[in-house]
């Protein structure tokens, strides 16, 4: 069931943390959060108190009543108050992966000590959260003390991160997320690492200083757990996380006398709290040593596009249709070959940028830069592979536009250290253009990126038709980019008129 999660977490009498935060990080994603108490802490914003782990039957009946009704995606794994309690949550975890249909998606925030200082379990529960506990768990969300408590590495340096996510790894995690906060390499910086599916991701922004930031644990991991419930890939929910803790610090304030919570005011919508994505070629990428693509020549802050509304914008792969298209009024445009081998290649792009300069439209070429440079193209299209084996130097250097296509906030994000012309999203509805399998972003996550992006013109793509048109317009795009709406249209010219008037 989407737009739901549990959580099984302890409750923390002061409001900040446990339970009380993973509502509140869910509720700001649309996510509905079903809880099951483990604990009912006796803590304020000064110290823990008493803990108070919840009966092994109570915990029972929590899990009953919610299994009988809903079973979710995910569950969000918090404080385990003792040993019975992490077995018993391990074999019920082990019982839903074999007995579900679908299995659900478990993510543990291994909650031990509270941001006071003070511990929160009422025994040593390492070795069964180590033996049983982790083997259940999909993904999880340490700090750099939980990290090395659990691994036993010591977080010196990249390197030692990345052998820590590995040996989460060995005790039967395959996904890990280490949390930075208290890592202050290099100094002065938050830096979170990823490991997931064979892939790294290094967020980074500077350290944001505060003391306020009782429950950040638990509200990234229920944000992690919430947008994996709405089926974002784990890199989204990674960098929304991320973006929900930064804003919540900023505005974080106290409440009584010791330590504020952060604050949870829905989803991140300013860009500035969002994390940069650390590449090689970054600053932050060479204090961590990370590795340069041997081909990559990077380069940033393309050459603008005069407008932010590029307006329709078809995307053809004839010279005869960009022809049409142009005739017919059109002011944005792509060749789109996919056919390498065509052996009219380079004479096709020149004669579509010839046509370009003369109907004084601004014409892509997708994929073939070093021709579009020959040629003086106004603009290339490249997706997020191309831009790490393109030479973005000479692209920039030869002045011309550079549109990024990206699928999701953290290839935005990406897209972003460039600063290239434009950004594409999509694909936002199935198509049968392109096989976009795993990546239909659908229209709630382009409301949300239109914003976020306002400083580039942005262009939606996939499966956008006259019918669906007006929805799209209405989350603010200032272009449409289309195929078959156009190509496919027993009327193409009259399909131009009609998509124009519809973005207008
Ligand atoms: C406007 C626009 N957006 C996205 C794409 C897709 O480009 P890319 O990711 O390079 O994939 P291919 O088009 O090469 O299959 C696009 N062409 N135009
Ligand atoms: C090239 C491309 N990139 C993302 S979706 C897509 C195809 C869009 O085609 P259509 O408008 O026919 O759905
Ligand atoms: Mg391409």
Redesign the pocket.
Known sequence: MGNLIWTIAGSDAGGGAGIQADIKAAQSFGVHACSVITALTAQNSMGVEEINGVAIKVIESQLDALEQDVQPKVIKIGMLANEQQVEFIANTLKRYKTTWQTPPVVVYDPVAVASSGDSLTEEDILPAIKTHLLPQVDVITPNTQETQILTGVYLIGPSAVQDAAKAFNELGVPTVLIKGGHWDYPKGYCIDYGAHQGEEYWLGNKAINTPHSHGTGCSFASSVAANLAKDYPLKDAFILAKAYINQGLKHATRFGQGIGPVAHCGFPHDINDYPEVIEADSWLGQELDLEMGSEQVSARDFAKIETRNLGIYP?VDSVDWIERCLKAGIKTIQL?IKDSSDADLEEKIATAITLGKKYDARLFINDYWQLAIKHGAYGIHLGQEDISVANLAEIKQAGIRLGV?THGFYEMLRAHNYRPSYL?F??I?P????D?TG?IQGLEKLKHFVPLMHDYPVVA?????LNRAEEVAKTGVGSI?????I??AADPEAAIVELESVLK
């Open positions: 995307v789109r296509s594409a999509g694909a509805y198509t049968t253009t392109k976009m990546q793509i996939g499966g956008i038709d980019a289309v195929v078959r709406a190509t496919e």
